[in-house]
Each structure stands twice: as C-alpha cells, then as structure tokens.
C-alpha cells in the first residue's frame, strides 16, 4: 500500500512558477515509475510526466516539455514537479500517481490506467 500526498499548488499568474511535491508513505522500490497527471474542468486527465525512484528517468507529455521538470529526493520518499512559463492553459488539478511496484517502461506509463495509487490532488490555477 502506498499513500501519496500533494503540495505545492496555489494561483499564480501567466508567466509564473509552481513546485509541486509528492510525499510518498509505504514501499517504494527502485524500478518504480510515479507520475504527475493533471485534468482541467471538463477535460480528460492528461499525463504530464514520469520518472523512476532508482534511475531518475524520465518522461514528458508533450505539452510540458522544455518548461516541466520532474525530479525525485530518494531519502525523502519525494517526487517534485518544478513549472515555469506557467500558462492559463496549464490550469488544473495535478495528481501524484505510483506505478506498478515492479519494472515497467516509463515510455509506456503516460496510462493513468497503468497506475496503481493516486494523491487526492492539488489545485493550480493560472491566471492571465
């Protein structure tokens, strides 16, 4: 059993900068993926990014890239997903998410189905 607690969200106008963290409780393992997802109102839940406890991998939506960073602190059970050049668009509520508890390819866990424990979320809200 894993439980994953989000922080980090608020409002922040365009342009701006968020850090959201994810606090992990329970095992973790080495070949896990845990991953930043984020569902706007009325829209989808989206897959923003991804990365493995052990390696430090990682993976992008493409709608992020070269303004996310995802990040990990392995001694504080700690995902962090660092957001510059905030947009309105960007507005959402942001879920921590752990994967399987064995090695899968990160390239492969843009699935939310693919996850099995999710955070309650935090809000993010971009305003122009």
């Known amino acids: 059993q894993v439980q994953l607690v989000e922080s980090g969200g608020g409002l922040v106008q365009a342009g701006g900068s968020l850090r959201l963290s994810c606090v992990a409780s329970?095992?973790?393992?080495?070949?896990?993926?845990m991953g930043w997802f984020r569902q706007a109102p009325g829209k989808e839940r989206e897959f923003v990014a991804a990365i493995r406890w052990g390696s430090g991998s990682t993976y992008y939506g493409d709608s992020v890239k070269g303004r996310f960073t995802i990040s990990r602190d392995n001694a504080k059970r700690t995902i962090y997903l660092q957001m510059n050049s905030l947009q309105p668009e960007d507005t959402a509520v942001y879920y921590c998410?752990?994967?399987?508890?064995?090695?899968?390819?990160?390239?492969?866990?843009?699935?939310?189905?693919?996850?099995?424990?999710w955070g309650q979320g935090t809000q993010v809200t971009v305003s122009s």
């Open positions: 998410a752990a994967g399987p508890q064995r090695f899968t390819r990160i390239q492969a866990m843009s699935v939310q189905e693919r996850y099995d424990y």
């Open positions: 329970g095992r973790t393992f080495s070949d896990q993926v």
